[in-house]
């Protein structure tokens, strides 16, 4: 073993051992405590994002170029397809994705800047807001991977110093490549380095590193010129190999990342005599200006660009434009890569309905007696019961009782409740693989209170929803594979505004149907805010949520109806005193409007019947009538020709016990997806979600477990019984 490695060992034991025996460190730590934000750009991407580091803005070029240099690399990644995210230090957090004014920011103040690296963390997190900090590879790849980002362009990574035997000094960059799974795309190592001796650290910390070139060579990069003398281990010829490289790196799951060496293109590399001579003389300066630790890197490229007369300037501008096109093209391939793999994993999964809302511990009270319910201060009496709820989830068990296949992507918290739930989840036979920990102490799993009178009739509701809010774009993002193979996605409105958005854009893309369950009165409108009423295929309110939404949409509508505004006016004042009845006259219109935007519409009128609104004729006896993913272009090539349907609800018995009327809509809407799946005609999929209901209303559970009996001989039965009383209505 020679005296360099020896060394190495030696620093690493004396400087680090706890980090590198704890190999799992908690980056997710940036995120419990809110030290790190996203930009909207970042936060809502479909498209793959590429990290792009801050101190070359901050302390590696001059300003304007550094603004320039900024910009354009952006620019790059963009053209691509990818999305950038340059990475900096603002506002008293590290910020994921900047917009112009904020590059602008940094650029303009580059010479008040702090250059930060792992160790420098613990200072500038203590400090006050208006510290502005450029972020090395070794920070930007602590926020990258804090961020879910596993692409990271750069310029070179710092490493083994020239004096090393002398100083001791080797960047941060590579223990954090050795301990962070994020694979850096560079010029490999600067110049001004020792690049042997960084490939042997690398190699000692077990760092995979790999050459880029098209030829097949392994010749590292010697940042302003193509060749170092040097070779890489391995090479990869293009972006798909490395993507290969990324995808295995990870499963092996050593928690290392990788560095990707990309040699400057050949037209804009440097003389390489002039570079090493100008290295040279910027090293014999600094050594006897006694210039160390940070600012030895900033002053020798500072002077190598004037020994050059700008040459290496130009070479370094070129280099990382180059490189942001690479780890662009990268990060797609990987992408496309996953996807396809999915694809060929799922090929075999047919029916699936990805499920997105809400995961809630129900508590509900049902009254004894209501005749001291006004009297404040007096403990009510009750039958108290809790069950798993959550719109989202209960139609995830619903489904999957009925033997429809689903995935459910929700959130609970980290505490005794979302332990409880997780575990029960799994009990009752629902997937957990999509269902996300949060992993903070201030969020607790959702929950909702319901109290019911003597009769069943819900009183009061109190909820606390946070979990939910953490139903946002990155897992979303996250699990797009997966809603890409569904056949219908469903979701709910306890759900963020921007996801909502993010599944309707790609779901409309992928010709996946959409059904919208409005969830609660105040959130009911999230649809029409996100700009995605025109994207759902389903929707399922009852009357004061189909009337608010209406409301909603009307008041955004240009176009003048007075007769729509009029009904509008006349149910607000309604909603505002708690009424629900519609005459029959001003329902078709507010449908025949509605359909408009939503094809299909299932109004629950409590123990009157269902409502089924359509934009087309159906026919009550055929299969297909209501279309998933199979069917839904052909659907949407008919003509308008809107119908209401009025189907009687399936009656308690005299022996049956209505309980209460929590989870019955989740049920019914279940019901009917489920009818869709099973390719029942259209009434006997309306019966099987009405009589998944009426189970619904005899139990204290959110989804009963009769409903895993129903079979198409039972519901025919309720077709046989109910048919003659359906009513087809034409909205003219």
């Known amino acids: ?53 801050s101190t070359i803005i901050t302390h590696g070029l001059p300003y304007p170029t550094n603004l320039e240099m900024a910009l354009e690399v952006e620019d790059v990644v963009r053209s691509e397809g990818a999305v950038p995210a340059t990475i900096a230090f603002l506002n008293g957090k590290f910020k994921v994705g900047l917009d112009k004014n904020e590059i602008e920011k940094i650029a303009k103040n580059h010479q008040k800047a702090i250059k930060i690296s792992r160790r420098d963390l613990p200072y500038v997190f203590s400090k006050d807001s208006s510290l ?55 010029s490999g190592v600067k110049s001004i380095l020792d690049i042997g001796k960084t490939l042997e650290y690398l190699e000692t910390m077990g760092v995979c590193v790999a050459t880029f070139n098209h030829n097949g060579s392994k010749e590292f990069p010697s940042f302003f010129t193509t060749k170092s003398g040097f070779s890489a281990p391995y090479n990869c010829s293009n972006a798909h190999e490395v993507a290969c490289l990324i995808e295995s790196n990870l499963k092996i799951g050593f928690n290392s990342g990788l560095l ?37 890197t900033p002053f020798l490229l500072e002077k190598i660009n004037k020994i050059t007369k700008g040459e290496s300037l130009k070479s370094n501008l070129a280099l990382i434009k180059n490189n942001a096109k690479v780890s662009a093209q990268i990060a797609l391939e990987l992408h496309r890569l996953r996807s396809q793999r999915s694809i060929l994993v799922n090929s075999s999964i047919s029916n699936q309905v990805s499920v997105i809302g809400g ?104 909820g606390s929803m946070k979990a939910h809010d953490s139903i946002d774009p ?111 006259n001003d329902l078709k219109e507010i449908l025949k409007y509605m359909l408009k935007h939503v094809p299909f519409i299932f109004l629950t009128r409590g123990t009157e019947d269902l409502v089924v609104a359509s934009s087309v004729k159906l026919f009550l006896d055929k299969t297909n009538q209501l279309p998933s993913r199979k069917n839904l272009s052909d659907f949407r090539k008919k003509d308008w020709d809107p119908h209401m349907y009025l189907f009687p609800i399936v009656e308690l018995k005299r022996d049956d016990v209505f309980v209460n009327v929590s989870g019955a809509g989740d049920s019914n809407s ?7 799946f099973k390719n029942y005609n259209f009434v006997c999929s309306i019966y099987n979600g009405l009589l998944s209901a009426k189970y619904a209303l005899m139990t204290n559970m959110n989804v009963s477990e009769e409903i895993s009996k129903i079979d198409l001989k039972k519901v025919q039965n309720l077709v046989d019984k109910y048919i003659n009383r359906v009513k087809t209505v034409q909205l003219k």
């Open 1 to 53: 073993m020679n005296i360099f490695r020896i060394k190495i060992y030696q620093q690493i034991i004396l400087k680090n051992s706890n980090a590198l025996l704890k190999r799992k460190y908690s980056n997710n730590k940036l995120i419990l405590n809110n030290l790190i934000t996203k930009s909207n750009e970042v936060k809502l991407a479909s498209s793959p994002v590429v990290a792009l580091e």
């Open 359 to 462: 995961t809630n511990l129900d508590l509900s009270f049902k009254l004894i007696d209501e005749s001291t319910l006004n009297i404040h201060g007096v403990t009510q009496p009750v039958i108290f019961n809790q069950v798993l709820g959550g719109v989202g989830r209960n139609m995830a068990e619903a489904l999957t009782k009925m033997g429809v296949q689903n995935s459910l992507i929700s959130t609970v918290g980290s505490d005794l409740i979302g332990r409880f739930v997780y575990e029960e989840l799994n009990r009752i036979g629902i997937e957990t693989d999509r269902v996300k920990i949060v992993e903070n102490k201030k969020v607790s799993t959702g929950s909702y209170c319901a109290v019911f009178g003597m009769n069943g009739d819900l009183k009061l509701a109190l």
């Open 260 to 296: 990707i060496a990309v040699p400057i293109p050949c037209e804009y590399a440097a003389d390489n005599e002039l570079i090493n001579t100008a290295i040279n003389d910027a090293l014999k300066e600094a050594a006897v200006l006694e210039i160390t630790g940070k600012k030895v």
């Open 132 to 186: 502005i900090g450029g972020t090395t590879v070794s920070a930007t790849c602590i926020a990258a991977h804090a961020a879910g980002i596993e692409i990271f362009c750069t310029g070179g990574i710092g490493g083994v110093h020239r004096d090393y035997a002398e100083s001791m000094d080797v960047s941060a960059d590579l223990q954090e490549l050795a301990r962070t799974p994020v694979t850096v795309v560079s």
């Open 670 to 676: 279940s019901g009917i997806i489920a009818g869709i």
């Open 474 to 584: 990155l897992l979303i993002q996250k699990h797009l594979d997966s809603i890409r193979n569904s056949e219908l996605c469903v979701i709910d409105a306890d759900i963020p505004n921007e996801s909502i958005k993010i599944i309707c854009d790609f779901c409309h893309q992928e010709n996946i149907p959409v059904w919208f369950n409005p969830t609660d009165l105040r959130k009911c409108t999230k649809v029409y805010d996100s700009k995605c009423l025109d994207k759902l295929t389903f929707m399922s309110p009852n009357y004061k949520e189909l009337l608010t939404i209406f409301n909603q949409t009307l008041n955004g509508d240009q176009a003048e109806n007075k007769l729509l505004r009029m009904i509008s006016h006349k149910y607000s004042f309604m909603l505002e005193n708690n009424e629900e009845i519609v005459e029959e």
